[in-house]
């Protein structure tokens, strides 16, 4: 059983930047994403990294601004967030998929956190 626990969410203005982490517990090779859910919206893809960390994919709205990275000998995942907008407030959730094949897909993954609140003020 894998437990995710986010942490780095806050509040910020607009233009600003965050840093979400994610930490796994109970051991394996997962690869790791991140999703999101705004108020009144479907959950949203935003990254996606394999467990070797030489591949990443990243939603349309993440492209250019947002980081995935990992480190396994800490069994963290990070999510580097700049030059955020309003648009970006939501729930971001970590995820966990043993090898995900349609990455955008929810569904895909076994295992999900919490998930940390970014509030991005304008």
């Known amino acids: 059983q894998v437990q995710l626990v986010e942490s780095g969410g806050g509040l910020v203005q607009a233009g600003g930047s965050l840093r979400l982490s994610c930490a796994a517990s109970?051991?394996?090779?997962?690869?790791m994403g991140w999703f999101r859910r705004a108020p009144g919206k479907e959950r949203e893809f935003v990254a996606v990294i394999r467990w070797s960390g030489t591949i990443t994919y990243y939603g349309d709205s993440a492209k250019g601004r947002f980081t995935i990275s990992r480190d396994n000998a800490k069994n963290t995942v990070s999510l580097q967030m700049n030059s955020l907008k309003p648009e970006d407030t939501a729930v971001y959730y970590c995820?966990?998929?043993?090898?995900?094949?349609?990455?955008?897909?929810?569904?895909?993954?076994?295992?999900w956190g919490q998930g940390t609140q970014v509030t991005v003020s304008s």
């Open positions: 995820a966990a998929s043993r090898f995900v094949r349609s990455y955008d897909s929810p569904s895909q993954y076994d295992y």
């Open positions: 109970g051991g394996g090779r997962y690869d």
